[in-house]
């Protein structure tokens, strides 16, 4: 139930709402209190697509953390039917759960990476993003050697890498332990789970972007129109949290490859790397490759002075 607060003394002045529980219904509802109805109507208008599109199933859908495993099964099979229906392409969509005693960390050797942005294009063929747009979850950036100020860095770089004067710093979702993007969602669609990762139930998101603005890493998207991938080049094995392909109108993320990291394998991105610059492993594991880096290594944060306790480290040799 969403309520807004109205000072008795100055009608003229609402307060914000209050969303007292995390139904879509509540947050729209909230927004219409908020921002008056004409103005919400703008802002949410990507939306105004995607709702043409929504079935009446997926509209009814109740937030995945409270799905009975045959609710789970059958939303499955509901997804995988679309994506043959708009999509030409036969997938089978699995519902990854975490690991029992595992805690994801991934860490960048810059002094290895050079440059040469394999990590952007597998992310972008793991995770089914738009073509048409290039979309992907890296970003990788040219700095200028001796800072490690990013406003100084440049993600759209061209010519012959690596340059002599320049170092190669890959950003992603940081997978934070104390992720502002999770507090500030009002209906609740992303939530850390206990393996470290941030997710986004992707048909409870409502797209207000609140999670987008929220990131200091820049590491959420939005998806503006309906993703186009060709049916030959859809990834057929997916995951209902990480890479089946979203919906217009949702705000999605990294989630370290869940999809293959929870099945035993690693991340995409890791393994189209050509320089090894990048590893990644279980904390929890006291004989893992990433335990010895962070304990022998100086390794980095970015933005540490935020708070934000990011999963993701760097380190020069």
Known sequence: ??????DSTSPSKPCLPIVENFSRRAAVKA??????????????????????????????????????????????????AETKEKYGADVTIGDDRPIPGTKFVYAINLSVCNGNGK????????????????QSYIRVIEMPKGTMDMEQGSTTYT??????????????????????????????????EEDGI???????CIGCRYCEAACPYHARRFNWKK??????????????????????????????????????KL????????????????ILDKDSNIRWILENKRVYILKEELGTKPAFFYYFD
Not at 128 to 133: K, V
């Open 159 to 192: 010519g012959v890498v690596p340059k002599d004067d320049k170092f190669y710093l890959p950003v992603q979702c940081q997978q934070c332990d104390e992720p502002p993007c999770v507090d500030v969602c009002p209906v609740k669609a992303t939530w850390k």
């Open 31 to 80: 927004g219409f209190a908020t921002l008056g109805a004409g103005a919400f109507v703008a802002a949410i208008s990507p939306l105004r697509q995607a709702a043409k599109n929504t079935s009446a199933a997926e509209f009814m859908q109740t937030h995945y953390t409270e799905l009975s495993p045959e609710q789970k099964a059958d939303v499955i099979a509901r997804l995988e």
């Open 227 to 264: 993703p186009e991938v060709p049916a030959a080049e859809v990834n057929p094995d997916q995951s209902y949290l990480s890479n089946r392909i979203r919906p217009v109108g949702v705000v999605e993320k990294c989630t370290y490859c869940l999809h293959r990291t929870r099945r035993g």
């Open 119 to 134: 990590c952007v294009e597998a992310c972008h063929k793991e995770n089914n993003h738009d073509r048409d747009t290039n």
């Open 198 to 204: 941030v997710v986004v139930d992707y048909n409870w």
């Open 267 to 282: 991340p995409a991105c890791l393994e189209a790397c050509p320089t090894g610059a990048r590893v990644f492993g279980n």
């Open 1 to 6: 139930m969403t309520s807004t607060e109205t």
